[in-house]
């Protein structure tokens, strides 16, 4: 039996389902205008930026990290100016057998983004960590779900979405998570190419 294909082929009726207010994450629909997506889901993208659909002071925020550390947790912060920072940039490349990984441009495109422990829990955090082998590369690998104005982020393991977590802390202080799938901005995010394929860190 594919889990993959089991969490994929049921992740449209548990967003639908999903309509109870879930612990620190509130349910706030698309309203507000977002830019269309530069590329596919799934394509394979050199320097792309990752950004969420969840107003923030007129802004965006964007996925970050500062260390490829393992184990060094996914932030948000808000979107810069200066588009080049590898901080911000990420590589999304299609997996063989399906999905894709998205891989951290600093210091490389050497580490994954994951959920950490392979947890399948509501508010499990999302790392950065080397290639899994064996069965782990499930933890480190993701679907994109057309939604309104974007995509949901799907980790294949835990059929979970990727999200910004609400109520807690200031959004540009925050760490994404996952959690039960629904269609509200904090779960919607967008990808914006940024550098060419000749760019180091791009093959």
Excluded at 14 to 39: C, D, G, K, W, Y
Excluded at 68 to 83: G, I, K, S
Excluded at 162 to 172: E, Q, S
């Amino acid at each position: 039996m594919n889990k993959r294909n089991d969490n994929t082929a049921t992740l449209v009726s548990r967003i639908t389902r999903n309509s109870s207010l879930r612990l620190l994450l509130a349910v706030v629909f698309v309203a507000v205008p977002v830019a269309s997506a530069s590329a596919q889901p799934g394509v394979t993208e050199c320097g792309a930026r990752i950004y969420s659909a969840q107003p923030f002071a007129g802004g965006q925020l964007c996925l970050y990290t500062s260390s490829t550390e393992d184990r060094a947790r996914l932030l948000l912060r808000p979107c810069t100016a200066d588009e080049s920072r590898y901080e911000f940039l990420w590589r999304i490349t299609r997996r063989d057998g399906g999905g894709v990984n998205i891989l951290s441009l600093l210091n490389g495109a050497k580490k994954r983004m994951e959920v950490a422990d392979f947890s399948n829990a509501d508010g499990g955090t999302i790392q950065m960590w080397g290639e899994n082998l064996g069965n782990g590369y499930r933890s480190q690998t993701w679907d994109f779900v057309p939604v309104p104005g974007g995509n949901l982020i799907v980790n294949v393991d835990s059929g979970k979405c990727l999200a910004v977590p609400l109520g807690r802390n200031p959004l540009d202080q925050e760490v994404p998570i996952q959690y039960t799938c629904s269609r509200a901005a904090n779960f919607v995010w967008m990808v914006q190419s940024r550098l060419q394929s000749r760019t180091a860190g791009c093959n």
